[in-house]
């Protein structure tokens, strides 16, 4: 058995989209005299690799702690692609994408999720893209950077086409060191009531 730790550390060095920067206070020292460490930890709900309830978007959808377990557990099929610009349905189109399966696309940018300075120009998906996934009826969607969408798109498409239709999202895996293929994948969500999101430990496992 083989597992890929496929989250990326919350640290400074993570990039943030909008204002989401992390703060990790140590409270409690033993080397100053205390009897243990003890740390205050705050971040938003999609800090760092994170999944994406339905209700992120959608009104009365899906939350942390009523979203089905196996949307974030379970087989997933990890498929590389080469582009240059966002992510089109012809890029798609090439691979066996099955029904009921949670996707993972490497989209070369897992780099990008060490370096505390946003990649404004990254790479995420067409709506024509976003649509063709629904209609292969995949359960989850994970991509190597903090969106789905294009930074700056204001009516949020892809968000809207994949949630809107009940397919749940990864954002901000760290997948450039994995081979393509079938994997078993856990991906968790803290049981946040309410949360419309959650950062996750995602790992790959294969036997």
């Not at 919350?10 to 206070?25: A, V």
């Not at 033993?30 to 971040?43: R, V």
């Not at 994408?97 to 070369?108: A, Y």
């Amino acid at each position: 058995m083989k597992i890929y730790d496929i989250t990326a550390e919350i640290s400074d060095n993570l990039p943030i989209y909008g204002n989401e920067r992390p703060t990790i206070t140590k409270v409690a020292h033993l080397e100053k005299g205390d009897k243990y460490n003890f740390t205050n930890f705050s971040m938003t709900t999609h800090t760092g690799t994170h999944a994406d309830m339905t209700s992120h978007f959608i009104k009365g959808g899906e939350t942390c702690e009523t979203v089905a377990l196996d949307r974030f557990y379970g087989t997933a099929k990890l498929i590389r692609l080469a582009a240059t610009n966002h992510i089109t349905k012809a890029d798609l189109l090439p691979f066996n994408i099955e029904p009921g399966i949670i996707l993972l696309i490497d989209t070369g940018q897992s780099t990008y999720m060490s370096q505390g300075t946003l990649k404004q120009d990254f790479l995420a998906l067409t709506q024509e893209a976003a649509q063709y996934l629904v209609e292969k009826n995949i359960k989850t969607l994970g991509i190597d950077y903090l969106s789905v969408d294009p930074y700056g798109a204001s009516d949020f498409p892809a968000h809207m086409e994949l949630l809107g239709n009940d397919v749940t999202i990864l954002e901000g895996l760290v997948l450039a060191s994995v081979p393509e293929g079938e994997y078993t994948l856990s991906a968790l969500p803290l049981k946040i009531a309410g949360g419309d999101g959650s950062p996750v430990r995602a790992i790959l496992v294969s036997e």
